[in-house]
C-alpha cells in the first residue's frame, strides 16, 4: 500500500510541479526562493500525502501549504525583498523586450504589495481562481479576497512601469 501511496505522489509531483513553481515564483519574486518554497510544501504535504490524497481537490490543499509556507518564511525570518528586473542589453526596443519590461514591472510591482494582497492577486488574477476557491486556499472569507484584490490591483495601477491599460484589471489579467 505505501509504494502505491508513494507512487501516486511522485505522479502528482511530476504533474503539478511546474505549475506550483510557477505559483511560487509569483509569490515570492525569485526562482530559487520559488523552487525552494515547492520543496518545502511538496514534503510538508509528502509526510500527510494518504489524508491529502483522499480530499476533493488535492492541488488546491497543496497550493495552500505553498502559500502557507511563504507566509512562514516572512514570520520566522522577517525577510525584506528588493526585486529587480533588467531587461536584456539589446539595441533597439522589440516586442518581446517590452514583454521582458511590463513582465519585470509587474514583478517589481507584486513584490511591493502586502504578502496576503499578493497572495491573493496571484491565485486570482494569475491562476485563475475563483473567489471562493482563493477563500479555500487562504482560509479566509470571499468578502476579504475581495477586498484584499480590489486594493492590491489599486495599488499596482498606480505602480510605475504598469501603464493603465497594461495593469492587472480583472480575470485573465496582464501575464
Known amino acids: 500500500m505505501q509504494a502505491e501511496l508513494e507512487d501516486r ?3 502528482f509531483v511530476r504533474a503539478r510541479w511546474s505549475r506550483l513553481v510557477r505559483t511560487a ?3 515570492t519574486g525569485d526562482v530559487h526562493h520559488a523552487e525552494d518554497l515547492t520543496q518545502t510544501a511538496l514534503a510538508k504535504a509528502y509526510r500527510s500525502w494518504r489524508r491529502i490524497s483522499r480530499s476533493d481537490n488535492p492541488e488546491a490543499y497543496v497550493r495552500r501549504m505553498l502559500v502557507s509556507c511563504n507566509s512562514d518564511r516572512f514570520r520566522k525570518r522577517r525577510v525584506t525583498e528588493a526585486l529587480t528586473a533588467a531587461p536584456p542589453d539589446q539595441a533597439g526596443r522589440d516586442e518581446a523586450t517590452g514583454r521582458v519590461e511590463e513582465r519585470g514591472s509587474l514583478m517589481a510591482g507584486l513584490a511591493r504589495l502586502p504578502a496576503k494582497q499578493r497572495a491573493v492577486v ?4 494569475w491562476e485563475d481562481l475563483s ?3 482563493v477563500a479555500e486556499v487562504l482560509g479566509c472569507s470571499p468578502g476579504t479576497v475581495k477586498s484584499q484584490a480590489s486594493k492590491g490591483l489599486a495599488k ?3 505602480y510605475p512601469g504598469l501603464a493603465p491599460s497594461r495593469a492587472v484589471s480583472g480575470r485573465g489579467g496582464t501575464r
Do not use: G, H, K, S
Not at 496571484?122 to 488574477?125: A, E, I, K, S, T
Open 131 to 133: 473567489e471562493a476557491e
Open 122 to 125: 496571484v491565485l486570482r488574477y
Open 25 to 27: 515564483y509569483l509569490l
Open 156 to 158: 499596482l495601477r498606480t
Open 9 to 11: 505522489f511522485q505522479e
